[in-house]
């Protein structure tokens, strides 16, 4: 079946512009997670949701940073007057979590370029 | 907090060699540990977890690790590399106290690189 897809694959963006990075997660998965992955670094969490509810967005750097589910598929990463230090790879994965944790499926990620 | 520390950002073995990427982490309870590999321009996928059932974890592509609480160690090992296997892995162990749904947290990650 089909994996967790997300888009645009490439964005640049002047710096102060504010940027939408969409998510679609593998049908019928209930969590999906956003992490930030900067050049030659590791994944960082930025934040879950459980369906439509944001259970931790501990990881968001700032509150240019907004994500939103609504009706508990696709999910959006909004940034707000990006900077240059916003400049990485943002992933998406989903996971089909019944009460056990389950394996988190990721998609290719969004690079994101700050100019 | 959980944290995992790879030791070695790049590691180099000829083809058919034995492959060891070391990963140590530090939690205050029994964790749940991954191992991830990314190739170029892909998403991550999981070569294994550890969940506290067996703390000798097989994966997928041979690959298999082993969980050492004593060392707070969960090493990946392969006993022999394949130029297939030159990638970008990841150890991971969830964010908070394990079980049920959770975000990761990554190490820096060891790129694998495979002499012909």
């Known amino acids: 079946g089909a994996g967790v897809s997300q888009s645009p694959r490439y964005k640049v963006a002047k710096r102060g512009q504010d940027v939408a990075l969409r998510c679609d997660p593998i049908?019928?998965?209930?969590?999906l997670f956003w992490y930030q992955q900067a050049l030659g670094q590791g994944p960082e969490f930025l934040t879950y949701?459980?369906?439509?509810?944001?259970?931790?967005k501990s990881g968001l750097p700032s509150d240019r940073f907004f994500a939103e589910r609504p009706e508990g598929s696709v999910s959006t990463l909004k940034i707000q007057r990006t900077q240059q230090e916003d400049s990485a790879v943002y992933l998406c994965?989903?996971?089909?979590?019944?009460?056990?944790?389950?394996?988190?499926?990721f998609g290719p990620g969004t690079r994101l370029t700050v100019l | 907090a959980q944290s995992v520390t790879q030791l070695g950002s790049h590691v180099s073995v000829s083809e058919g060699a034995l492959v060891l990427l070391r990963c140590n982490y530090s939690?205050?309870?029994?964790?749940?540990l991954f191992w991830y590999v990314q190739y170029p321009n892909q998403g991550l996928q999981l070569l294994l977890k550890?969940?506290?059932?067996?703390?000798l974890v097989k994966g997928i592509n041979g690959f298999e690790a082993e969980f050492k609480k004593s060392e707070t160690s969960f090493h990946l090992t392969k006993p022999s590399a394949h130029m297939s296997d030159a990638a970008e892995y990841f150890c991971?162990?969830?964010?908070?106290?394990?079980?049920?749904?959770?975000?990761?947290?990554f190490g820096k990650g060891t790129h694998l690189i495979i002499q012909p």
């Open positions: 049908s019928g998965h209930v969590s």
């Open positions: 949701f459980q369906n439509e509810a944001q259970l931790d």
């Open positions: 994965a989903s996971s089909n979590y019944r009460g056990a944790y389950n394996e988190q499926f």
């Open positions: 550890y969940t506290s059932a067996a703390t």
């Open positions: 991971a162990v969830s964010k908070n106290s394990g079980g049920g749904a959770d975000g990761l947290t």
């Open positions: 939690s205050s309870v029994p964790p749940y």
